[in-house]
T-cell receptor, first 116, second 113 residues
Framework: DTGVSQDPRHKITKRGQNVTFRCDPI?????LYWYRQTLGQGPEFLTY????????KSRLLSDRFSAERPKGSFSTLEIQRTEQGDSAMYLC??????????????FGPGTRLTVL | GESVGLHLPTLSVQEGDNSIINCAYS??????FIWYKQESGKGPQFIID?????DKRQGQRVTVLLNKTVKHLSLQIAATQPGDSAVYFC????????????FGGGTRLMVKP
C-alpha cells in the first residue's frame, strides 16, 4: 500500500453514462497525476495538478474527459458519455515536489472501468 | 522489447535463476530512468532508478544497467523468486511536462517454481 487510494476500484457502466473516479493522494503531496492503462500497455499520461492548479491537460483523450482538484487535496476524473473504448484502468499517482529534479511518483491501485 | 496490443513480451525463468529484462528508449536527452513492477490488479511500484551520468546502479537483488550509446537499459534480478512474477516497465520523466512519466511497453516475468 503506497498511501494513495482510489475509489471505486471497479466500475461497470453502460455506454453513454457519465462516470467519476476519486483519488486521495498521500496527504502532504502537492502534485497529483492521472494516467490511463489499457490491457497489455504501459500507463499513458492524461493530466496533472500542482496543488489545485491543473498545469497540463492537453493529453486528456477528448473533451469528454475532465479532472479537478478543488482544494489541492483529493482529485476527481470524470468521463462523460462513456464509450466502449474508454474501458481501461485509470491510475492516480502523487509526489512531493520540493526542488528541481525528479521526485518519486507513488501510484494508487487504480480504478478499472468497463463500458458495456 | 516492444509490446503489440495485448501481447506482452514474456520472460519465463526458473526460481533461483537470474532474470534480465530489457528496455530501449528513443530520446537521447533523457536524464533519468525508472523501473516499475506491476502485479496483477495493482498500480506500478517503484523498484530502482538511475541517472544518465551513471551506467550501473545496484539495489537489493536488482541491478540496472544503462548504455547511453545504444539507448538501452536493463533490469537484472538475482535469484528470482515467485514473488517477482509481475509486469516490469521502464519509464522516464518528461522535464518540460511536469515530470509526467512515459512508460515503455512492459515485459511479463513468469517465475516457475
Amino acid at each position: 500500500d503506497t498511501g494513495v487510494s482510489q475509489d471505486p476500484r471497479h466500475k461497470i457502466t453502460k455506454r453513454g453514462q457519465n462516470v467519476t473516479f476519486r483519488c486521495d493522494p498521500i496527504s502532504e503531496h502537492n502534485r497529483l497525476y492521472w494516467y490511463r492503462q489499457t490491457l497489455g500497455q504501459g500507463p499513458e499520461f492524461l493530466t496533472y495538478f500542482q496543488n489545485e492548479a491543473q498545469l497540463e491537460k492537453s493529453r486528456l483523450l477528448s473533451d469528454r474527459f475532465s479532472a479537478e482538484r478543488p482544494k489541492g487535496s483529493f482529485s476527481t476524473l470524470e468521463i462523460q458519455r462513456t464509450e466502449q473504448g474508454d474501458s481501461a484502468m485509470y491510475l492516480c499517482a502523487s509526489s512531493l515536489i520540493v526542488a528541481s529534479g525528479y521526485n518519486e511518483q507513488f501510484f494508487g491501485p487504480g480504478t478499472r472501468l468497463t463500458v458495456l | 522489447g516492444e509490446s503489440v496490443g495485448l501481447h506482452l513480451p514474456t520472460l519465463s525463468v526458473q526460481e533461483g535463476d537470474n532474470s534480465i529484462i530489457n528496455c530501449a528508449y528513443s530520446n537521447s536527452a533523457s536524464d533519468y530512468f525508472i523501473w516499475y513492477k506491476q502485479e496483477s490488479g495493482k498500480g506500478p511500484q517503484f523498484i530502482i532508478d538511475i541517472r544518465s551520468n551513471m551506467d550501473k546502479r545496484q539495489g537489493q537483488r536488482v541491478t540496472v544497467l544503462l548504455n547511453k550509446t545504444v539507448k538501452h537499459l536493463s533490469l537484472q534480478i538475482a535469484a528470482t523468486q515467485p514473488g517477482d512474477s509481475a509486469v516490469y516497465f521502464c519509464a522516464g520523466p518528461q522535464r518540460n511536462a511536469g515530470n509526467m512519466l512515459t512508460f515503455g511497453g512492459g515485459t511479463r516475468l513468469m517465475v516457475k517454481p
